[in-house]
């Protein structure tokens, strides 16, 4: 199926356990994000990339891992999760040439 | 720093009334201004975008109002529906090779 898909949708893990959230597109756009997504925060962006190999920090990166060895995966990992690292997480994808960014279901992931 | 404000957090308004978001800006670098609208479980979707040579864009019941001598620009939803509840995001570019700046989000709620 065409589009951006995020894994799992859902994801309970324990404080310190490292996690990690996928994120896959099928379109080769070139920039890659991902946000949180808290209430009063709105979205906020952790990492982005503009191709395979380019990351780049966003507004709240600390506490967060991202690689991007291929143009359609760009995985996001929790080396050590916090409970403040419960949210709501999307990921995006925006091609070269287009301004429009569009966006995964999202992962609601939560750090007991 | 936030680079998008946006007002309201939260609006009610009536069914067949008018809803209004407002945003301002700060960076004169900006080019492109989209918003995004975003269902609960859903990841957000663009709904409308205007660039600043103009001062106002509609589509449909959505109107984009445009101030650039004021960095400002504001959403307006003409004979609001109970289907239009959702969380509405404005933003900007500074071209279209970059990443998108969100403002905070307005949750809005139409009263059948």
């Known amino acids: ?112 | 720093q936030q680079q998008v404000k946006q007002s309201p957090q939260s609006l009610i308004v009536q069914k067949g009334g008018i809803s209004i978001i407002n945003c301002a800006y700060e960076n004169t670098a900006f080019d492109y201004f989209p918003w995004y609208q975003q269902f609960p479980g859903k990841g957000p979707a663009l709904l409308i975008a205007i660039r600043p040579d103009v001062s106002e864009k509609k589509e449909g019941r959505f109107t984009i109002s445009f101030n650039k001598s004021a960095k400002q620009f504001s959403l307006h939803i003409m004979d609001s529906q109970p289907g239009d509840s959702a969380t509405y995001f404005c933003a900007a570019l500074m071209n279209r090779d970059d990443k998108i700046i969100f403002g905070k989000g307005t949750r809005l709620h139409i009263l059948p």
């Open chain 1, 1 to 112: 199926d065409a589009g951006i898909t995020q894994s799992p949708r859902y994801k309970i893990t324990e404080t310190g356990r490292q996690v990690t959230l996928m994120c896959h597109q099928t379109w080769s756009h070139s920039y890659m994000f991902w946000y949180r997504q808290d209430l009063g925060h709105g979205l906020r962006l952790i990492y982005y990339s503009a191709a395979a190999d380019i990351t780049d920090k966003g507004e709240v990166p600390d506490g967060y891992v991202v690689s991007r060895s291929k143009t359609e995966n760009f995985p996001l990992t929790l080396e050590s999760a916090t409970r403040s690292q419960t949210s709501v997480y999307f990921c995006a994808s925006q091609g070269d040439s287009n301004t429009e960014a569009f966006f995964g279901q999202g992962t609601r992931l939560t750090v007991v």
